[in-house]
Each structure stands twice: as C-alpha cells, then as structure tokens.
C-alpha cells in the first residue's frame, strides 16, 4: 500500500464512536472533571515551548485492535490541530497519557478493565478519576517494554505523571494540578485571577 491508499484509508475511517462502543456518560460528575482537566492541559501546553496534543474523546485507532475514545488523552510532540480520529500508524505515535473519569456504574467498570488494556496497548501512564469522590488511581508502565502496569502511590498526598511532568491532587471536592509549587488554572480561572487583580489595582488607586 502507498502513501496515498494509506491516506484514504485512513480518511475513510470513522470520526466516530458509538453508544455501544463505549460507556453511558453520568451526568455532571463526569463531565465537569474532564471538561477541568482538558481545560487546564490545554491552556499548560499552550504556554510549553515543547508541543502535546490534548484531546478529549476522540476515536483512536491502534493496528488491529477494537477502536476507543478515551475521556482524555495527551500525546508528547504532536501539533494540537483540530482532528476528528487518531490514527496510530498514520500518526507514527500511540497515545502517552489517558484519563478516564467515572462516578460509578458501567463507566467505573470499564475503566477498571482497561487498566489491563491500555497496558497492552503500550500507554505509558493512566490515570482513574472518581468525579463524585474525586478520587484517583494512577497507573505507570515500569519500562517502555513492559505491559503490565504498575500502580503508583501518592508523594506528599501527590501523584506525579513522570510521562507529563505535572501532579496531581485531590483537594476535599477539587483536583489541582501542579508543576512543581504553582498551581494550574484553567482559562476561566485565570480570567477570575486576573479580574481580581485588577479590582485591586483600581482600589488602590481610588
């Protein structure tokens, strides 16, 4: 196969997933952390002079096995540019990082499983949130060769993705993510932030 059937095969992949492909979502308990940490991973590799590739639900694509869509996914020196599959062998890349996020039932289940599968697959970090506890379990592969996961423990109530060089924390009902001693902010908190600031700049003033 040539390049060119390679691209059309690969274009004519579906963009999608469907209901039966993957777990119900459960309400605000799911989406309201993803929809966080995809907000605070996008804005924190925006400002990295290295480039990742964060995305949330896409379709991924890995050479004979089942397609899946993971709540969130990073991968390491790859362009953040609007796609609708990732397609590992076209990519020349499998994904370096994945969360999902669950609030109990199928979901909570079909994160357990894939403890199992993404270690298969070579996924080199993976992480479990409980959006209702806000809880988590961290995974890591030992070595690049390795295809059974490690759990990780926490460090100073930390986890620490080696593969993102963040951490992350649950705080009561939040999760912060951290580099080193500075927390991240999502865009909406740092809008927040900033309007703060300014209020006190104009008080000041007055």
């Not at 969360?99 to 996924?123: F, P, S, W």
Request: glycine fraction near 6%; proline fraction near 6%; include cysteine.
């Amino acid at each position: 196969m040539d390049e060119e059937e390679r691209a059309r095969v690969v274009a004519s992949l579906p963009g999608e997933v469907t209901w039966n492909e993957m777990p119900m979502p459960e309400g605000d308990w799911h989406t309201g952390p993803r929809t966080y940490v995809w907000n605070v991973l996008r804005r924190y590799w925006a400002q990295q002079s290295r480039r990742a590739y964060v995305s949330s639900a896409l379709p991924i694509y890995y050479p004979e096995e089942p397609r899946f869509a993971p709540d969130l996914l990073v991968v390491l020196d790859a362009e953040q540019r609007t796609r609708d599959k990732w397609v590992c062998s076209a990519e020349a890349h499998g994904l370096d990082w994945v969360m999902e996020v669950h609030a109990g039932g199928d979901r909570k289940t079909a994160a357990e499983a894939n403890v199992q599968r993404y270690a298969r697959l070579g996924i080199p970090e993976y992480f479990i949130l409980d959006g209702r506890h806000c809880a988590l379990e961290c995974y890591r592969l030992a070595t690049p060769d390795a295809r059974v996961y490690t759990r990780l423990e926490p460090q100073r109530g930390r986890y620490v993705s080696k593969v993102l060089g963040l951490e992350f924390q649950s705080e009561g009902e939040r999760l912060q993510l951290w580099t080193s001693a500075t927390p991240l902010l999502s865009y909406k908190e740092r809008v927040l932030q900033l309007e703060a600031e300014l209020a006190r700049l104009k008080k000041s003033q007055l």
